[in-house]
T-cell receptor, first 114, second 111 residues
Framework: NAGVTQTPKFQVLKTGQSMTLQCAQD?????MYWYRQDPGMGLRLIYY???????DKGEVPNGYNVSRLNKREFSLRLESAAPSQTSVYFC?????????????FGEGSWLTVV | TQLLEQSPQFLSIQEGENLTVYCNSS?????LQWYRQEPGEGPVLLVT?????EVKKLKRLTFQFGDARKDSSLHITAAQPGDTGLYLC???????????FGKGTKLSVKP
């Protein structure tokens, strides 16, 4: 079972370069998310998509754009990378059950902006 | 803004010891989840608690949701090196029901 798959695993960018992080899930979940994780800051929501065709800003959306290409795929784009965007990025998807939202995370993408 | 405060931030103990990690807020959450994250991986869900006062057990791990649904605790009995990791609590909140994460407790269990 693949679950949530994100690529690339590691990336080094120069300031001002652009790149797209790809994410796909095979669990038929409606909701998908992009988080960033920084030391001492915990997981912070960048953008989320409650369903195909919709996207909404999270806590820290500045400098990012997203595309919900279809139900499976949710990409995160950095148009002009900045050193402050050095972080670990996690894609996730969720299903609503009787206990609320259960979130499944990908393995993370380590991004360094120099 | 809903916040979740976790304590302690770091915990280093010997194998066989017991420990408790706390997750506190001034806000009420409809449910609260605990995740464990190992280095180089994404968080993995351990448990969800939804009822005030609820206690759930997962082998040597005991999770409790406060009566007022504002706080939770995770107790590990006889910790083992395999318990090492970052423990995150997350509450369901916000207008869209998104998860709000605490900053985590980094646990190290030495053999």
């Amino acid at each position: 079972n693949a679950g949530v798959t994100q690529t690339p695993k590691f990336q080094v960018l120069k300031t001002g370069q652009s790149m797209t992080l790809q994410c796909a899930q095979d669990m038929n979940h409606n909701s998908m998310y992009w988080y960033r994780q920084d030391p001492g800051m915990g997981l912070r929501l960048i953008y989320y998509s409650a369903s195909e065709g919709t996207t909404d800003k999270g806590e820290v959306p500045n400098g990012y754009n997203v595309s919900r290409l279809n139900k499976r795929e949710f990409s995160l784009r950095l148009e002009s990378a900045a050193p402050s965007q050095t972080s670990v990025y996690f894609c996730a998807s969720s299903v609503l059950g009787q206990d609320g939202n259960t979130i499944y995370f990908g393995e993370g993408s380590w991004l360094t902006v120099v | 803004t809903q916040l979740l405060e976790q304590s302690p931030q770091f915990l280093s103990i010997q194998e066989g010891e017991n420990l408790t990690v706390y997750c506190n807020s001034s806000s009420v959450f409809s449910s609260l989840q605990w995740y464990r994250q190992e280095p180089g991986e994404g968080p993995v869900l351990l448990v969800t608690v939804v009822t005030g006062g609820e206690v759930k057990k997962l082998k040597r791990l005991t999770f409790q949701f406060g009566d007022a649904r504002k706080d939770s605790s995770l107790h590990i009995t006889a910790a083992q090196p395999g318990d090492t990791g970052l423990y995150l609590c997350a509450g369901t909140g916000g207008s869209q029901g998104n998860l709000i994460f605490g900053k985590g407790t980094k646990l190290s269990v030495k053999p």
